[in-house]
Every structure is written in structure tokens, then in C-alpha cells.
């Protein structure tokens, strides 16, 4: 069993694609995976086709008694084996510190749950507040999603400082997964620059695997199933770049 914080420091370089992406692979090898949805935007949510549901990431983080996560498990629209436990807006109101043991409700509300599954991945909200915290402190290793921009190697180097903050104060266990460029256009200068640019400053630490920008992803979204099942070539150039992360996540 392997509990993945997926982060990432701003909205739109596809973190929720990167959460969706390895659940597909999970899926395709018949694992049982569970997608925690901490993003309020509740795109995992709405991806995973989750029927109506009462209780949400919300109320769990409310409560926080050991185990209460089991009662806001949902079936997804991909199958029995991936379950989520959705979201909602009104989860941005817990991105704030809450009083002692705030960062490790999530945690705590998780206990006896994650070993159902083989894979727990934990979609953060794109900012370090309270929730991504709450991811940290639940997570055996945390994934950076990014994109080859402008921005990329700074965004980096404050997502492994939180991690290695929260390591230190949340959760001895966590470590750095590495980080996964997304949505790159193999063929453009800049992102060639980006790419070379991050691996110098990581060494080892940026995912041999890329995940190339394709149509395919947003279709496979839009139709509510993996984009290991849509039959296209572009996404078989996804499929194959999230199965590596998901061997190497294992493999650790």
C-alpha cells in the first residue's frame, strides 16, 4: 500500500490530470485505488463520474474520529476497484490551521481505510495552505507535478521545502517522490530550456517519464473514463509515461 500526495504550487499544470492519470494505471493493472479529492474545485470529483454523496472530504476533516473516512467512500464511474472520497467548495474553508491537530485530521480520519487499497493518491488543492498540509501528514511520499515554464524551478523548490518542513514537523515517514513535468511539448525551445533547467537543479529527482501534451487527456475527461481506455495514439503516449511514474512509486 502506497499513499501519493499529488501537489503542485499553482492551478492549471494538469496536478488533477497527473491524480487521474495514475489512478488509470492502477486501474489498468487491477489495483484497488482510492483517490482522496482535498482540491475544493472537486475536478478528481467530477472526472471519476461519483455519484451523489452526501458526506464529503469536508465532513471528514470535521469529524476526524479514526476511520470516519470509510463512512464518505464513494464508488467511482471507472469500476469497482477506484473509490474516491469527493469534494466540494465548501472544502476551501478548512485551507486554515484549526486549533491542535489540524494538519493531521486527514490522517487520523484515514486510519483503518488505507489498507483496503493498493494505492491512495491525494489530490491537494494547488497552494501549501492546510490542506496540502493535511495531505503531507497523511502521505508516505508526495509527488511535484509542474509544467516546463517560466515558473517551474521555483515552484519546485518551494514544494520540496514544504515537504521536507513537513517531514520534520507532521510526518517522519514522508518522502520526496520526485517531480513530473506535464503537458510538454517536446518540440518547443522553451520547454526543452525548462526541462534541462530543472533536472540541473534536481538531479535525480525529475521523472525520466514526461508526460506530453495531448488532446487525448481533456477527451478521455470529458467521457468520464481513464485515458487508459481511449483509443487514440496520442493517449497511448500518456498511458505509457504514467505507468513508468506508477512502476517507480511502486518500486519505492
Not at 482522496?36 to 472526472?47: C, G, H, I, K, S
Not at 470535521?62 to 464518505?72: L, V
Not at 517522519?172 to 522553451?190: D, S
Request: with cysteine; hydrophobic share 45%; proline share 6%.
Amino acid at each position: 500500500m502506497t499513499t501519493v500526495a499529488v501537489l503542485s504550487l499553482k492551478g492549471g499544470v494538469g496536478k488533477t490530470t497527473a491524480v487521474l492519470g495514475l489512478a488509470g494505471a492502477g486501474w489498468a493493472r487491477d489495483l484497488r485505488v482510492l483517490v482522496v479529492d482535498l482540491d475544493p474545485q472537486a475536478n478528481a470529483t467530477a472526472a471519476l463520474d461519483v455519484p451523489f454523496h452526501a458526506y464529503t472530504t469536508g465532513d471528514v476533516l470535521a469529524d476526524a474520529r479514526p476511520g470516519i473516512a470509510s463512512a464518505a467512500l464513494q464508488p467511482s464511474g471507472w469500476g469497482p476497484r477506484i473509490h474516491v472520497l469527493p469534494s466540494e467548495e465548501a472544502l476551501a474553508h478548512r485551507n486554515r490551521p484549526e486549533g491542535d491537530g489540524s494538519a493531521t485530521r486527514l490522517r487520523s480520519a484515514l486510519q483503518g481505510v488505507v489498507s483496503s487499497y493498493d494505492l491512495i493518491l491525494v489530490d491537494c488543492p494547488p497552494s501549501l495552505d492546510e490542506l496540502t498540509r493535511n495531505a503531507l501528514a497523511a502521505a508516505d511520499t508526495a509527488l511535484i507535478v509542474t509544467e516546463p515554464g517560466f515558473f517551474a524551478l521555483q515552484g519546485a523548490d518551494r514544494a520540496l521545502l514544504a515537504i521536507e518542513a513537513a517531514r520534520g514537523a507532521l510526518n517522519l515517514r514522508l518522502t520526496a517522490a520526485g517531480i513530473l513535468l506535464n503537458r510538454v511539448r517536446a518540440n518547443l525551445t522553451e520547454h526543452q530550456f525548462r526541462e534541462a533547467e530543472l533536472r540541473a537543479a534536481h538531479p535525480g529527482l525529475v521523472f525520466d517519464a514526461v508526460v506530453p501534451e495531448r488532446a487525448a487527456v481533456q477527451q478521455a475527461q470529458g467521457a468520464g473514463v481513464p485515458i487508459q481506455a481511449w483509443p487514440s495514439p496520442g493517449a497511448r503516449d500518456v498511458v505509457e509515461a504514467f505507468d513508468d511514474v506508477l512502476e517507480t512509486l511502486l518500486s519505492r
